[in-house]
């Protein structure tokens, strides 16, 4: 029936849970977004968690960021996700927001330059 | 944290997002080649084609299609389906004599929620051209080749207006329930630039 039966998540196009379009088309203003967009997908496809238990931190991420921010300004879509993905992996056990601070105290103080490929070999 | 930032640092999120990522990755619960090739997809997802479900509708309900080419917004709202910003969707109906074909000659406005993503032609600045200054020629290299006594009718679709083409129902399908009418139309007979084909016996 539809185009899209092969993709294992159907995403809202309307409502606050729906993600950011450009007539039609996905927008991430940064690569992360899309990162943590795919990542959710995957963790889903795989059966770790029902589409739905995510949508419905999804909309409680978003409800607390406008509770917090009356004036609306700044609002990010996929800060939202992020929280809502990483308050799913922690109440479910999956991943604790300790080990994601450790590693990320961790990835912080790498050198600068860090982002080469370290299997190629360094060429500096 | 530092007042400065040092210029190679990562913005936070990005930083925790890779943590996550490599977390996840170490655990077996993320392969990155899947994570790559789902974000490929949804960036070039067609959306559902929900406007394939009002062309049946329209073919099988009188009524409903009156409605529908009366005021397209209410009449594709029955479904639930609206336009991302609440704008006009008009639709205009394809008969043996009149062929209607949609572009957006200013950018690529298009009515997704109903169409789906538009196809990578509708934004090429060509398709933009040809299609209102030589419609008959340009539809005919696309595979639609339509007599010289149809008349072809250009819709250029804006920010407020957006045009959804009704295409003929195909002969032989007079017996053939909605939902599987629906199956049969296809994203190009609702731009204008096809007819939709009868079912393959």
């Known amino acids: 029936m539809s185009v899209t039966e092969d993709l294992p998540v159907e995403l809202d ?8 379009r450009a007539n039609g088309e996905l927008v991430f203003s940064e690569p992360w977004e899309s990162r943590v967009f795919g990542i959710t997908i995957a963790l889903h496809q795989d059966g770790v968690f029902a589409w739905d238990d995510f949508k419905e931190q999804l909309i409680a991420a978003i409800a607390r960021w ?14 939202c996700w992020f929280e809502a993905l990483q308050a799913l992996l922690r109440d479910r056990r999956i991943l604790s927001p300790v ?15 860090h982002d080469h490929d370290h299997d190629s070999g360094h060429r500096h | ?24 990755l170490e655990r077996g619960l993320i392969d990155p080649k899947v994570v790559d090739g789902l974000i490929n997809r949804y960036a070039n997802d067609v ?10 509708r329209a073919w099988t309900d009188p009524d409903y299609k009156a409605r529908l080419l009366e005021e397209g ?13 609440g704008e006009h969707i008009v639709v205009v109906e394809n008969t043996p004599a009149v062929h209607h074909v949609v572009v957006c000659t ?26 209102v200054r030589e419609p008959r020629t340009l539809l005919a290299e696309m595979g639609l080749t339509l007599g010289d006594d149809v008349e072809i ?49």
């Open chain 2, 47 to 56: 959306g559902p084609l929900n406007g394939a479900k009002v062309v049946a």
């Open chain 2, 106 to 131: 200013l950018c690529s406005c298009y009515p997704w929620p109903v169409l789906g993503l538009p196809p990578a032609w509708y934004k090429d600045p060509a398709y933009r051209a040809r299609i």
């Open chain 1, 99 to 113: 080990d994601v601070d450790e590693r990320e105290v961790e990835l912080a103080a790498r050198p600068p330059g």
């Open chain 2, 1 to 24: 944290m530092t007042a400065e930032p040092h210029p190679h640092d990562r913005p936070g999120p990005a930083l925790r997002a890779e943590a996550l990522e490599a977390l996840l």
């Open chain 1, 66 to 79: 406008e509770a917090g921010h009356p004036d609306g300004e700044g609002y990010r879509y996929y800060t």
């Open chain 1, 13 to 20: 196009v309307d409502g606050p849970s729906s993600p950011p």
């Open chain 2, 153 to 201: 009718n250009v819709w250029d679709s804006s920010s407020e207006v957006r045009y959804f083409v009704l295409p003929e129902r195909p002969e032989g399908t007079d017996d053939l329930p909605e939902e599987e009418l629906a199956a049969l139309v296809t994203r190009d007979a609702m731009v204008g630039v096809a007819r939709v084909a009868a079912p393959v016996a």
């Open chain 2, 73 to 85: 917004t209410a009449a594709i709202a029955e479904f639930g389906f609206s336009g991302p910003q």
